[in-house]
């Protein structure tokens, strides 16, 4: 197969493949806020984060974004985390999962 016609017949394949994988996470991300705003959310306990400030930690939230850093402090449903050199906040309805590091 010469290398034109690979491209004219790949490359149109490969890039339809990533539009598709990107559409299903972004029609994912909006399910998941739909179904907050139906039921209602569930709130992960503050609590749980005001024991462990100033400890590591990697939190993931509802759209699949992991953030690792040191907990700063917690304010009504946000949570400070310092990260490398940076702050930042996070909305505690939107986490899905909280785990402390032993370092």
Do not use: D
Not at 45 to 70: L, P, Y
């Amino acid at each position: 197969m010469e290398p034109g016609s690979f491209v004219a017949v790949y490359l149109p394949l490969f890039t339809v493949m990533i539009v598709i994988i990107q559409l299903r996470k972004r029609r994912r991300r909006i399910a998941i806020l739909h179904n907050l705003k139906r039921k209602g959310v569930l709130t992960m306990s503050i609590e749980a984060f005001k024991r462990n400030i100033g400890k590591n930690c990697q939190i993931t939230t509802m759209i699949e974004r992991k953030v690792t850093g040191r907990i700063i402090g917690v304010e009504s449903n946000w949570i400070e985390i310092e990260t490398k050199g940076n702050s930042e906040f996070i909305n505690a309805e939107f986490i899905e999962r909280f785990r402390i590091l032993l370092k």
